[in-house]
């Protein structure tokens, strides 16, 4: 068996970060018109003239077994940009090895060498098992914080309206 490793994504690796996405929409009981990003999209928002946003994948005997896709954010208090973690992802029967915990320490090695003043992340309520596993790792929620989404119809809506 070979070791797991970590690398920057490429973009020959994109049907992989794709394939791995819509395993964790499926482990979030999504549906499947809640999930609609193809290849092309995500090539463009990871691999474009202006990327959006970088992943890591972790491999394990020539296969991709997790993703951590992240993006700078800004902390206007600090001055300083911040990470922000959208996607971290190891499939079910590869769990309990350490890998999710190897992804987070190279984002926050990551982290680190970029001057971030923080590293974020969102997590389901009902997902007791990840939120026991990252306050293992020293992360605390932020209760106080509600979280707002705008999408669709309503942006169209509110850009009209000025």
């Given amino acids: 068996m070979s070791a797991f ?3 920057p994504a490429r973009e020959q690796d994109v049907g992989e970060i794709l394939r791995l996405i819509r395993a964790l929409a499926d482990y979030e009981k999504a549906r499947s018109e809640e999930v609609p990003v193809d290849e092309e999209r995500l090539r463009q928002a990871l691999f474009g003239p202006h990327p959006r946003a970088e992943a890591r994948i972790g491999w394990l005997d020539g296969g991709a077994v997790a993703l951590a896709l992240f993006f700078h954010n800004f902390s206007t208090w600090q001055g300083r940009p911040g990470l ?5 992802f190891v499939e079910p029967e590869m769990r309990g090895r350490g890998f999710g915990k190897a992804l987070l320490a190279e984002l926050a090695g990551i982290a680190r060498r970029r001057d971030c003043a923080r590293m974020e ?7 007791r098992p990840a939120i026991d596993f990252y306050q293992g790792l020293g992360a605390r929620p932020l209760n106080e914080w509600t979280i707002f989404r705008m999408t669709g119809e309503a942006i169209d809506r ?5």
Avoid at 121 to 127: G, P
Avoid at 158 to 162: N, Y
């Fill in 5 to 7: 490793r970590i690398e």
């Fill in 84 to 88: 922000y973690l959208e996607d971290l």
């Fill in 121 to 127: 992340w969102a997590v389901l309520d009902w997902n």
């Fill in 158 to 162: 509110l850009a009209e309206s000025k």
